[in-house]
C-alpha cells in the first residue's frame, strides 16, 4: 500500500525560529491535508491542498504532486505552535481512504 | 457552526470488558469516519460510513468491533470484548461529502485505557 513518511520525527525549536517539515507519499493521490494535534489530542486542519501553495498567517504549505511530497512551514515560531504536526493523504480505492503519516513532534521553547 | 462532539472523553476499562464510543458529526456531513491513534503514531482509519452505508472497514476488527450509524446522523463504535492493545484515542470526524475534494472534521476524541 501507499506509505507516507514525515520528517523529522522531532523538531525542537527557539521560540521565533522558523521551520520546514516534509510529508513524501510513495504513489498518486487524491489530495492531501496537513493537521495540527494539540497537547490535548483535538487534530485541527491547517491546509487542504492537493497541489500548489497556500498560505494562513505564519504557516504555508506547498504540495509537488507530481515528485510526490509536501511542505509545511512554520515561520517565527510560537509556543503555542507546539504539537504533532501530521500530513494525511487521499487515495481513491473505490472510495476515498485517508492514511495519515506518523507526524512531526514540535516543541517550541519559550 | 458545531463541531463534532464524542463522548465519553475518557474510559478506564478492563480487558474482557465491553465499550462504546458515541458521535455526532457537524450537520448536514454526509461522511463519517472512525480512527484508532496509538501513542506515538498516526491515525488509523477503522471504518467509513457515507449516510448510513460502509465504504471501508478494511481495517475495522471485526472480530471484536462494530460500529453503526443508524439514521446516518450519530455513530457509536463498539469494543466487546476489550484487549490490552485496544488501549489508543478513538477519533471521529466528518466531512460534507467524502470525495476526494473534501476536508475533515475531528471531533475532540475519546481515551480509552485498558487495564
Known amino acids: 500500500g501507499i506509505q507516507v513518511e514525515q520528517s523529522p520525527p522531532d523538531l525542537i525549536l527557539q521560540e521565533g525560529a522558523n521551520s520546514t517539515l516534509r510529508c513524501n507519499f510513495s504513489?498518486?493521490?487524491?489530495?492531501l491535508q496537513w493537521f495540527h494535534q494539540n497537547p490535548w489530542g483535538q487534530l485541527i486542519n491547517l491546509f487542504y491542498?492537493?497541489?500548489g501553495t497556500k498560505q494562513n498567517g505564519r504557516l504555508s504549505a506547498t504540495t509537488v504532486a507530481t515528485e510526490r511530497y509536501s511542505l509545511l512551514y512554520i515561520s517565527s515560531s510560537q509556543t503555542t505552535d507546539s504539537g504533532v504536526y501530521f500530513c494525511?493523504?487521499?487515495?481513491?480505492?473505490?472510495?476515498?481512504?485517508?492514511?495519515f503519516g506518523a507526524g512531526t513532534r514540535l516543541f517550541v521553547k519559550a | 457552526e458545531a463541531g463534532v462532539a464524542q463522548s465519553p472523553r475518557y474510559k478506564i476499562i478492563e480487558k474482557r470488558q465491553s465499550v462504546a464510543f458515541w458521535c455526532n458529526p457537524i450537520?448536514?456531513?454526509?461522511?463519517l469516519y472512525w480512527y484508532q491513534q496509538i501513542l506515538g503514531q498516526g491515525p488509523k482509519l477503522l471504518i467509513q460510513?457515507?449516510?448510513?452505508?460502509?465504504?471501508?472497514d478494511s481495517q475495522l476488527p471485526k472480530d471484536r468491533f462494530s460500529a453503526e450509524r443508524l439514521k446516518g446522523v450519530d455513530s457509536t463504535l463498539k469494543i466487546q470484548p476489550a484487549k490490552l492493545e485496544d488501549s489508543a484515542m478513538y477519533l471521529c470526524?466528518?466531512?460534507?461529502?467524502?470525495?476526494?475534494?473534501?476536508?475533515?472534521?475531528f471531533g475532540p476524541g475519546t481515551r480509552l485505557t485498558v487495564l
Open positions: 494525511a493523504v487521499l487515495m481513491n480505492t473505490g472510495g476515498f481512504k485517508t492514511i
Open positions: 460510513f457515507q449516510n448510513n452505508g460502509v465504504v471501508d
Open positions: 491542498i492537493p497541489s
Open positions: 450537520s448536514g456531513h454526509a461522511t
Open positions: 504513489d498518486s493521490v487524491n489530495n
Open positions: 470526524a466528518s466531512s460534507h461529502s467524502g470525495a476526494g475534494t473534501d476536508t475533515q472534521y
